[in-house]
């Protein structure tokens, strides 16, 4: 799976799930998901399991912080991180 790959996924789960159908212009990759009041607590767990079932890996206590989770961005960082993911795009 590619970098892009990994970001349209993490973009459609949140547009879907969390945004209900709205157009992919409401979520930019560096809005913070917290301040625009998009994931609270419920929805950080939420995305945890998504990230676990969809990429095939356990996220450990101490990565389910802001810093991994916050942003489209980080979000996609940390899974290439922990999935070894090339980081060129294609």
């Given at each position: 799976m ?14 879907d ?7 992919a212009s409401?979520?930019?990759d560096?809005?913070s998901?917290?301040?625009?009041h998009i ?24 990565d389910?912080?802001p ?12 899974v290439v991180?922990k999935?070894?993911?090339?980081t060129?795009?294609?």
């Amino acid at each position: 799976m590619t970098q892009d790959e990994i970001r349209q996924r993490v973009r459609s789960m949140i547009l879907d799930r969390m945004l209900e159908g709205k157009d992919a212009s409401a979520l930019s990759d560096d809005m913070s998901l917290e301040r625009a009041h998009i994931v609270d607590s419920v929805r950080a767990l939420e995305m945890i399991v998504f990230i676990e079932e969809t990429f095939s890996f356990i996220v450990e206590n101490e990565d389910a912080v802001p810093d991994n989770f916050d942003t489209v961005n980080n979000i996609v960082a940390y899974v290439v991180r922990k999935t070894h993911v090339s980081t060129i795009s294609t």
